[in-house]
């Protein structure tokens, strides 16, 4: 059964410093996705990123960059500066391709999720 | 775009008691989830429609909740009857085929006393 670890339950920061948020996950599909959502105090939660299984480059979006590494089940997600309004609750999720297909191909938001890290980003 | 509406936003009600929720999608979007997120923890599928269809209700405890989603649009999530551990946030999440991220309401913060 898949399975999404966050290790890390609170991490507090000062304002531009940079945070990273890790992240392990399980799984027996040789096929998934990965996610990380934000969740703020309003409660919905909020797309950030989504890497697929077998594209393993790491890229950077604005002050947001990920490190998705397969041979440890990794994926780790850094916030670069951070500011006030970062603070929330950051989710990673996992959707397997077994899921999707027997979903008709819909089911990417079949998400298996992390307990959550509550990050604070102080002035 | 509109998001994904949930309403209420907030739901106090006595354990035994019967509650429900409503959600209404994006427009377009096939393929709606109902999470259930408790104080603390990561959200966890409940139930997963397509168009008016149940694609995956494995893990809705059918005992107690029940849900549908007449005319393959809004979505009603059911309680009866409540119990004091069903107290948590119920998040609907709405998707379009061609996509592939899951839009989220804002939730129903539901409080069973």
Known sequence: AQKVTQAQTEISVVEKEDVTLDCVYETRDTTYYLFWYKQPPSGELVFLIRRNSFDEQNEISGRYSWNFQKSTSSFNFTITASQVVDSAVYFCALSEASAVRASGGTSYGKLTFGQGTILTVHP | ?113
């Not at chain 2, 959200?43 to 909740?65: A, E, M, T, Y």
């Not at chain 2, 979505?75 to 609907?92: N, R």
């Open chain 2, 1 to 113: 775009e509109a998001g994904v509406a949930q309403s209420p936003r907030y739901k106090i009600i006595e354990k035994r008691q019967s509650v429900a929720f409503w959600c209404n999608p994006i427009s377009g979007h096939a393929t709606l989830y109902w999470y259930q997120q408790i104080l603390g923890q990561g959200p966890k599928l409940l139930i997963q429609f397509q168009n008016n269809g149940v694609v995956d209700d494995s893990q809705l405890p059918k005992d107690r909740f029940s849900a549908e989603r007449l005319k393959g649009v809004d979505s009603t999530l059911k309680i009866q009857p409540a119990k004091l551990e069903d107290s948590a946030v119920y998040l609907c999440a709405s998707l379009n085929g061609g996509d592939t991220e899951a839009f989220f309401g804002q939730g129903t913060r539901l409080t069973v006393v």
